[in-house]
C-alpha cells in the first residue's frame, strides 16, 4: 500500500514543520524578552535555536525533495509539499529576524535603559499572533484564517510607519539618546519583516488550499 | 519525442528567470540612483518595474509547477526547477528591497541633500556585482563562482556595519540631519538584505550542481 505510506509521509512532513515554526516562535518572544529585559542569557538561547533551526530547515527541505523525487505526487499533494518548501524558507528567516533582535538586545546593554514614546512589546504580541495564525490556517487548510493574517499586516505596516516618525523626533529633540531610539526603530523593522513572513506564509496556505496563486492580488475587498 | 520538449521547457524556465532577474536588477540601480539624484521620475519607473516582477514571479512559479506537475522530473532536473523556484523568491524580494529604497528617495526629497561619511554607491555597485555574479554562476552552472558570492558577502556585512557606527556618532553630533542619516543607515541595511538575497542565490546554485545542500554549512576554508 505505498500510498498511505505516503500519506504517513506527508503528515511526518508536517510535523516537521510545526517543529520547525515553533522553534521560530521561540526564537522571537526570548529575543524581544532579552530586548525589553536585558537579560542577556536570552540572546545565547536565542543563538543556539537558531542553530536547531538551521538544522531543522534542512531536514524539512531534505524529506520534501525526496518525497518529490521518490513519490511524483499530483495536484494537491504536489502543491502541499511545494508550500512546505516556501513556508520552511521563512521559518527559518523568521528565526534570522529574531537573532537581529537579539543582537540588538545585546549592543543596547552598555546603554542607559531609557522610556521610549512606543510600544514594541504590543507589536511584538500582534506579529506572534500572525505568525501562530498562519500556522494555524496550514493546519486546518484555513484559507479564511489565512486571509485574516493578509488583513493584520497592514496593520503592522502602520505601527512601524507610526515608531518611526516618533523616534526621529526623539533622536532630534535627544540626541544623546540616538542609539537606543536607533535600535528601537530597528526592531519595529524586524517585527515588520517578520510580520511579512507570516503573510508569505498565510499567502502559501491559501496557493496550497484553493490552488491558486493569491500573491500580488490581495485586497481588503477580498477578505471581507 | 517528449523528453526533447522537456528539456526546451527547462530552457524557457531559464529565461523567464533570467528575465525576471534583469528586472530586479534593473529596479534595484534605478532605486539607487533617484537616492543619489533625487530624481523622483526614477521612483514612479521602480513602481512599474515592480510591477513587472510581480507578474514575471507568478509566471515562473506556475510554469515550474506545471513542469513538476506533468513531467515529473527526476534527479537533476528536479534539483533545478526546486532552486528555480527558490531563486524567483529571491529575485522578487530583491525587488522588494529595491522598492524600499525608492521610497528612501521619496521621503528625502523634502529635506536638504547632505554630504554624509559614508560610501552608498560603492556599497550598490558591490551587491550589484554579488547579484551579477549569482546569476552567471546559474547559467554556467559554476559551483565555484556561486561560492565567491558567498564570499563578498562578509564583506557587504561589515561595510552595513560601519555604516551604522558613523552614522550614530552623525546623529549625536548633528540631530538636524537625524532624518538623513537614518535614511541612509536603512538603505544600506537594504543593501544587505539584498546580499543576502544575492546569497540565497548562490546557495541554491549550489544545491543544485553539486546536489549537497551549502546553506549553514559555509565556511570561508571551503572558498579557497
Redesign the interface.
Known amino acids: 500500500m505505498p500510498r498511505i505510506n505516503f500519506q504517513q509521509q506527508l503528515v511526518a512532513l508536517k510535523d516537521k514543520l510545526l517543529a520547525m515554526a515553533a522553534l521560530s516562535q521561540q526564537a522571537l518572544s526570548l529575543s524581544l524578552e532579552a530586548y525589553l529585559t536585558g537579560d542577556m542569557s536570552l540572546c545565547d538561547h536565542v543563538k543556539e535555536i537558531e542553530a536547531a533551526i538551521?538544522?531543522a530547515?534542512?531536514d524539512v527541505?531534505?524529506m520534501a525533495?525526496d518525497l518529490?523525487?521518490k513519490e511524483?505526487p499530483?495536484?494537491i499533494d504536489?502543491?502541499f509539499i511545494?508550500s512546505v518548501?516556501?513556508i520552511n524558507?521563512d521559518l527559518e528567516r523568521i528565526g534570522d529576524q529574531a537573532t537581529n533582535i537579539a543582537e540588538r538586545a545585546r549592543s543596547q546593554k552598555d546603554f542607559p535603559q531609557i522610556s521610549l514614546p512606543i510600544d514594541i512589546p504590543d507589536m511584538g504580541e500582534k506579529v506572534g499572533v500572525m505568525i501562530r495564525c498562519a500556522i494555524q490556517s496550514l493546519l486546518e487548510a484555513d484559507a479564511k484564517l489565512a486571509e485574516h493574517v493578509l488583513v493584520m499586516d497592514d496593520e503592522i505596516d502602520d505601527m512601524n510607519r507610526a515608531v518611526?516618525a516618533e523616534l526621529?523626533e526623539v533622536?532630534?529633540?535627544h540626541?544623546?539618546v540616538?542609539?537606543q531610539a536607533?535600535n528601537a526603530?530597528?526592531i519595529s523593522?524586524n517585527l515588520e519583516r517578520t510580520a511579512d513572513h507570516a503573510t508569505n506564509i498565510a499567502e502559501d496556505v491559501i496557493f496550497w488550499v484553493r490552488g491558486s496563486?493569491v500573491?500580488?492580488k490581495f485586497s481588503l475587498a477580498q477578505a471581507e
Open positions: 538551521n538544522t530547515e534542512r527541505d531534505e525533495y518529490l523525487a511524483q499530483m495536484a504536489l502543491r511545494l518548501i516556501k524558507g518611526q526621529i533622536m532630534m529633540q540626541p544623546m540616538s542609539t536607533l526603530i530597528i523593522r496563486d500573491r500580488h
